[in-house]
């Protein structure tokens, strides 16, 4: 059965067209508390079209006068949009990448593999997770400089892979725990390796909790501020939330300049979490799937 | 191996014999996480915990041994246990309020709106519930500091609209500001719950509520019997995971009050923080990040362990 | 079930994505070409479009012209990167030829000190920067074991900065005010008619991250008292300092009174300096107190009558000399370094600075065009030239900037007495020192 049909089974609907009363109030609330949490996106996008003059003459919770692009104008001479996003892209989508693909594997041992002291060693991984990131700058800096890596982008993505792919193995590991074992032997049956029934029986069960990994990841990564700062320096390995932060001087912060280019980065990320939307609806943990 | 202590473990199918002989090449399979987790994390802990153990200002400068200086200080000073306390109202709001709440509004959207509205209004609401997570945390601390802004902010308005006498100063008194930050914390986090457990749902065998509604079960009593205990594995992930993320919150403190008012809102990562980087004492913020990271080892082993022990049950 | 799931596909993708980027990025590589020409790095972090950022762009074109062979890479930051990361990235390997650092003895100082920067006090005497650079504009630029005042010089600073009231002349009017007031017991007066009149006097912030407002104002107080002797005394560390003694006492009890009587609005605690701009730019304050950060705003935005002045009948002022421009102990090209410093401080690119609207250090404020910026650049040439600049309050000691941030809000909030404060500060000075 397909999940739409699943889905149509769980409530016969009423007299036709007739909603019932309960539905409406619950609709109702739920549009209204959406409302109530996208109206900070309401106020990014209300100041990002005003004019310096305007924002300072009526504060940031009034409505544009006029619709004014000096701010997008502004952001874009003053920092090089297109390199930070590159960057911002390439970074996030290589660390999802890798982060899956290291989770699944690690993963694949722990939940099917079963190796010796599992608990053990998702609790250790599980510590990369729970580190706060300024306990770790210092040695990752001298790490960075001494594989070259530093100032460019790779040293971050090696980093993220590794912190985001310890909160995947955590995930995939329990998910694959319950994972039904016939599947596994009919496939031994069949003169199967290890490696083949990774890829052609569980990775392909897997895909909906790998994309709820993969919108979480890439997420995570493209917000990260505090390690990039420290080890891209250099403007042409910038990130977008660095490339932001550039905006605030000490005595003065361009406030509209600053949430137009907010409001320009929120787009990739917007997008791609709107493709990726579809695939959320399916299981996180691997059931009975028959 | 026998079958029996296979079995004690939950009661299992015993491992086939030929298992055991591909069992090492499973190891091969953790290599990449564990490499990784070697040099990006156990190396770096380990320096951090050496350079806790000195005076040290960073940079080129010099250390100076003080064993277990540091700690010693630590356990006296007031301003960490403040912190831990602080902590506390972080768990609320981003473990307690948004996992309850999140089971909610998943189960509302999954089992009510979907089926009677239609699925793609059901993932509308999930789509702008989970937005926060994805707005940079910098600009979402500037949102919010005009939403709570004393004078002319959104809150009060609304609060003076409904009739509230004098609204709080929630970001500049020392006795409301922690609920300001709640306010946005929860407000941060309710996405991540809402769209695991709607998720979660999907998995779940509908003929369990097909049954339930031909009795006639209502949809409170379906939610109770129903979704809590098949969401089980769900709420213990969200709940561990929340969890340590409350133990490190730390950018919204550092937009909305940078620790104020008057240190009423200091958390553990921000006092690290600020030792490293303001104070220049990074054998001081060392050593609160190593505290840190070992409570959060115990809080999670702890759970983890509850957790293996109440699903094999 | 065919090989490529969508899982698989996205990795080939993304290895498709990442071979060309990994070949780019490595052809992205550091200071020496091929045919060994060279790149000149400069890391700063000044808004482009700001007075001191057009200088230094001309500064770079004028570089260009001289040295034809060397590539600039004027590169980008944020304030907050350098204060944070500095320490860190200079002690790299990979560091700029030029690097613009924060004055003051908790980062400048301790970069200094960690010998991460090059002395150039022989450079300075050579090309002369020492008569351009004088009297307080000096004092940050120069630092012995990480404490300013003395010592080898580390920096170069091309802006001055002061701090003035910022007022509306509008709203002084409505109250009968047409001039500025002469004096501190003036301006009192005058803030309680504004206050008479529904008009909060001063638009100020406190909240402990980036609302300075109330520092400045407390500060400007105490330096309204003060003797040279005793704010060097304080900035440099050379003396013990009782601080329940005035200036300090006589300062911070003015500025309780101010609290008190509300001169500087209700309920401020949560608000930063951003916020208070924006209070006064939409006329919900008669004055705010700030630097040229509100001087460019009002400048640009401002739809009223607007005009400044400094604390009336002040013994110093607060200001200093702005950020320095020094370079890196491990810089591979330090000659070049010096060759672009020496141009920010030439003549064109200083009056370059002063007609854009920034209060170049050694320009001629004869020359600037716009007869607003000419008004401030000369407002601030006599403080200069007089020595009568007091800094800001945070640079003596590290960490102080929360710590007095922490009490300014205490304070605010009624929750703190002047003694208290003064008491709290001698602690925390004391302290500072022995670290």
């Known amino acids: 059965m397909t999940d739409k049909a699943l889905v149509h089974h769980l409530s016969a609907p009423r007299a036709k067209g007739r909603p019932r009363v309960s539905t409406v109030i619950v609709v109702t609330l739920g549009v209204a508390f959406a409302v109530v949490m996208l109206s900070p996106f309401l106020l990014v996008a209300m100041n990002s079209f005003k004019s310096n003059a305007d924002y300072s003459a009526n504060g940031p919770l009034a409505l544009p006068k006029a619709l004014d692009l000096s701010a997008f104008e502004r952001f874009l001479t003053l920092i090089d949009f297109p390199t930070a996003l590159w960057n911002s892209v390439l970074v996030s989508g290589l660390v999802t990448l890798g982060g899956l693909l290291i989770s699944v594997l690690a993963a694949y041992a722990i939940g099917i593999g079963r190796i010796k002291a599992r608990t053990w060693v998702v609790a250790v991984l599980l510590i990369a997770t729970m580190v706060p990131q300024e306990a770790l700058v210092y040695p990752l800096f001298y790490g960075a400089q001494a594989t070259s890596t530093l100032n460019t982008v790779w040293s971050v993505i090696v980093i993220f892979i590794v912190i985001q792919g310890a909160y995947g193995t955590y995930l995939l590991a329990g998910v694959l725990g319950t994972f039904p074992k016939e599947l596994i032997e009919a496939a031994r049956v069949d003169g199967a390796s290890a490696w083949r029934i990774l890829w052609r029986v569980v990775v392909p069960v897997l895909r909906p909790t790998l994309s709820v990994l993969a919108v979480f990841f890439f997420i995570w990564t493209w917000n990260e501020f505090y390690l990039p700062v420290v080890l891209l320096g250099d403007s042409s390995s910038q990130t977008i939330p660095i490339a932001l932060a550039t905006l605030r001087g000490q005595h003065a912060i361009e406030q509209t300049t600053i949430t137009a280019g907010s409001f320009l980065s929120l787009l990739p990320t917007v997008i791609f979490f709107l493709i990726f939307q579809r695939t959320l609806s399916n299981g996180v943990t691997a059931g009975a799937i028959k | ?313 | 079930m065919t090989g490529i799931t969508r899982r698989g596909a996205l990795k080939l993708g993304g290895a498709a994505v990442a071979t060309p980027a990994l070949l780019s990025l490595g052809a992205c590589s550091p200071s020496e070409g091929s045919s060994g020409a060279k790149t000149l790095k400069i890391l700063q972090y000044e808004d482009p479009t700001t007075p001191q950022g057009i200088g230094w762009k001309r500064a770079v074109e004028l570089f260009t012209e001289k040295h034809p062979d060397v590539t600039v890479d004027l590169q980008q930051t944020s304030f907050d990167a350098v204060r944070q990361s500095a320490k860190i990235t200079l002690s790299g390997n990979d560091v700029p030829d030029v690097v613009e650092f924060n004055k003051g003895n908790a980062d400048g100082g301790q970069l200094a000190a960690q010998g991460l920067l090059t002395p150039i006090t022989d450079v300075v005497a050579e090309r002369g920067w020492d008569k351009k650079i004088t009297g307080s504009m000096r004092s940050f630029a120069q630092y012995e074991n990480g404490k300013a005042g003395s010592g080898d010089w580390y920096g170069v600073p091309n802006i001055g900065e002061y701090v003035t009231f910022f007022y509306n002349k509008e709203l002084f009017a409505k109250v009968g005010a047409n001039q500025p007031p002469a004096s501190i017991p003036e301006l009192e007066a005058l803030m309680d008619t504004f206050l008479a009149e529904g008009i909060t006097p001063i638009s100020s912030s406190a909240a402990t991250s980036q609302g300075f407002n109330q520092m400045w104002i407390w500060y400007s107080l105490v330096s309204a008292y003060a003797t040279r002797d005793e704010i060097d005394d304080f900035m440099f560390t050379r003396a013990p300092i009782d601080f329940n003694a005035d200036p300090w006492r006589k300062g911070t009890h003015q500025f309780q009174e101010w609290i008190n009587r509300k001169y500087t609005g209700e309920r401020i605690s949560g608000l930063n300096f951003e916020q208070a701009t924006v209070n006064w730019l939409s006329q919900n304050g008669a004055m705010v107190m700030w630097n040229h950060g509100v001087f460019t705003r009002a400048k640009n935005e401002a739809e009223f009558d607007w005009g400044w002045f400094t604390m009336p009948g002040a013994n110093l002022t607060m200001g200093s000399s702005g950020h320095l421009l020094g370079v890196p102990e491990k810089a591979k090209n330090k000659d070049l370094a010096y060759d672009f410093i020496d141009l920010t401080l030439s003549e064109e690119v200083q009056n370059l600075i002063g007609t854009e609207g920034g209060l170049a250090i050694a320009g001629d404020t004869s020359l600037i065009t716009d007869d607003l910026s000419r008004a401030y650049a000369e407002g601030f040439t006599p403080l200069m030239e007089g020595d009568l600049l007091s800094f800001y309050p945070d640079y003596p000691v590290t960490g102080f900037l929360d710590f007095i941030q922490e009490h300014m809000q205490k304070m605010s909030n009624g929750n703190e007495t002047a003694d208290e404060y003064l008491a709290a500060l001698q602690k925390f000075y004391d302290a500072g020192l022995g670290r």
């Open chain 2, 1 to 313: 191996m026998t079958a029996s202590a296979v079995t004690t473990r939950g009661g299992r199918a015993p491992a086939p014999p030929r298992e055991r002989s591909e069992r090492p090449r499973y190891w091969a399979y953790l290599a990449p996480m564990a490499a990784g987790f070697l040099i990006i994390v156990a190396i770096p802990l380990v320096m951090n915990v050496w350079f806790s153990l000195h005076n040290w200002q960073g940079g080129a400068s010099e250390m100076t041994w003080v064993g277990l200086g540091n700690y010693v200080e630590l356990m006296q000073d007031p301003t960490f246990w403040q912190s831990f306390r602080n902590t506390l109202y972080m768990i609320v709001a981003i473990v307690v309020v948004p996992t309850l709440v999140g089971l909610l509004l998943a189960s509302v959207l999954f089992n009510l709106v979907a089926p009677r509205v239609g699925e793609r209004t059901a993932a509308f609401l999930r789509g702008s519930y989970y937005l926060p997570q994805i707005l940079p945390i910098a600009v979402a601390g500037f949102m919010w500091s005009w939403i709570l802004d004393t004078d002319g902010g959104a809150l009060n308005a609304v609060l003076t609209a409904i009739g509230v006498a004098s609204p709080p100063d929630w970001l500049g008194s020392a006795d409301v500001a922690i609920y300001g930050i709640m306010l946005m914390l929860i407000w941060l986090q309710l996405g991540y719950p809402v769209v695991i457990f709607m998720a979660a749902l999907g998995r779940v065998d509908p003929s369990i509520y097909e049954a339930a509604d031909v009795d006639g079960a209502s949809w409170w009593s379906q939610f109770t019997r129903i979704t809590l205990p098949e969401l089980k594995p769900e709420i213990f992930i969200v709940t561990l995971t929340a969890l340590v993320g409350a133990l490190k919150v730390f950018a919204p403190i550092l937009i909305l009050t940078g620790g104020g008012p008057e240190g009423s809102t200091v958390v553990p990562s921000y006092y690290a923080y600020r030792n490293f980087f303001e104070l220049s004492r990074v054998g001081y913020g060392a050593a609160i990040s190593n505290v840190m990271a070992l409570l959060i080892l115990v809080i999670a082993i702890g759970m983890l362990v509850f957790q293996r022990r109440a699903t094999d049950d």
